[in-house]
Structure formats: C-alpha cells, structure tokens
C-alpha cells in the first residue's frame, strides 16, 4: 500500500515543496463544515509556524522519489503533552495509509521525547481520520486566521502504546 514512498525530516529547502502539497490537499476539502471563505483563509495559511517546525526537527515528510507528498509533526505541548501540527496528504495520493504512517512516525517521536499524551487541534473534515487512528474527541477550539475563525475539534491519544513498542 506504501510502496515507493520513503520518510525523511524536512529541511528549510523543502518550505515551497510543502506548502505545495498543504495547499493541495486544502484545495481537496470540500465546502462541507467550512465555508468558502474559511477555506480561502486556511488556503492563504495552511501550517502558521511551519519554518519553525522545520527548523526544530519537528516536521516529517512522506516522498514520493524526491518529491514531498505529505507531512506531520508536533511540538511541545505542556507537561507530558505533545501538539500534533500540520497533517496533510496531497490528495493525489490520499487514501494510501501516507496518513497513518505519517502519524504513526509522530507519535513514536513524541513518545521518544518522553512525552505521554498525543492532543490534536482537528479540522472537523478531519476528525474521522483522527478517530481511526485512537484519537477520542474531547473538546472544541477556534483558529484565529488573519480575522477569519476557524473552528477545530480537539482530540487526545495516550502515547503508552508508542512508547512500549519503542522500547520493545
Ligand atoms: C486527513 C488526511 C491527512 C488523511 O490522509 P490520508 O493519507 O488520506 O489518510 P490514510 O489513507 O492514512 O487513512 C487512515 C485512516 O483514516 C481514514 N480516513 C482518512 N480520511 C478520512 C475521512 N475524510 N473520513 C473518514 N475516514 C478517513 C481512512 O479510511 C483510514 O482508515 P483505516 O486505516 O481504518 O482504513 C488527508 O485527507 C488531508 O490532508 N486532508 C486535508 C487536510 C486536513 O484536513 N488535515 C488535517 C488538519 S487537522
């Protein structure tokens, strides 16, 4: 199912390459939760703070040969908790596992880092994706962007079960 897809951390080079494949896979959401105007918003900023997930080691990618397709990464998120950041699948190649794998990757990271919760600021599109993964919903949040709002569902994962398999 991942065949010829390969995972690597991005590097500041990649920036264009992957704010290509996030506008993509905005451009492939639908008007269902979000309108046109929400959408337009999310599409002028997919990731806020992306260089800097870059920068900190914190933001994988998905490949297709060299070319990005797909990334995710986190960040601290208070004691024990890590924040999911920036999940998107170009939509060409959506419904491959690259999601999965991608997050799967990210929480052994966070695992690593000795973190023990797993807490997701989802778009609501996203939210089935997140419950197949684990992730249980357990409260609502807005994203302030450029002045449009933006509502997201929040969900959590203990990370116990990366962290055993890292030690395994
Ligand atoms: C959400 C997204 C990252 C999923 O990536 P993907 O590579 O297509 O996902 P996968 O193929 O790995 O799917 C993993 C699981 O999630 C499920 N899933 C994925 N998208 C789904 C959706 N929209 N509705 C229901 N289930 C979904 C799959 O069926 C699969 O379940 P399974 O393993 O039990 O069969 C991708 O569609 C995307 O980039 N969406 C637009 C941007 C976005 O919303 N990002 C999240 C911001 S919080």
């Known amino acids: 199912m991942l065949n010829g ?22 451009a492939g959401v639908g008007c269902g939760h979000y309108t046109g105007k929400e959408l337009a918003a999310w599409y002028c900023c997919p990731a806020p703070g992306l260089a800097e997930l870059i ?15 797909g990334g995710a990464g986190w960040e601290p998120a208070g004691p024990g908790a890590g924040r999911v950041r920036a999940v998107f699948v170009h939509p060409d190649h959506a419904g491959r596992g690259i999601g999965r794998a991608l997050m799967e990757r990210v929480e052994v ?18 939210v089935p994706f997140y419950r197949s993964l684990g992730y249980r919903e ?27 398999a890292l030690a395994a």
Do not use: N, T
Request: a negative charge; proline letters at 5%; charged letters at 20%.
């Open 109 to 126: 990271a966070m695992a690593a880092a000795g973190l023990v919760e797993a807490v997701v600021p989802a778009l609501i599109e996203a």
């Open 138 to 164: 357990v409260g609502d949040g807005c994203f302030d962007l450029a002045g449009v709002s933006l509502a997201y569902r929040i969900l959590r994962k203990p990370l116990e079960a990366g962290a055993a």
């Open 5 to 26: 897809i390969g995972f690597r951390l991005a590097v500041p080079i990649d920036h264009a390459d992957i704010l290509a494949f996030q506008r993509a896979a905005v």
């Open 55 to 69: 920068w900190s080691g914190r933001y994988l990618l998905a490949l297709e040969g060299w070319r990005p397709v």
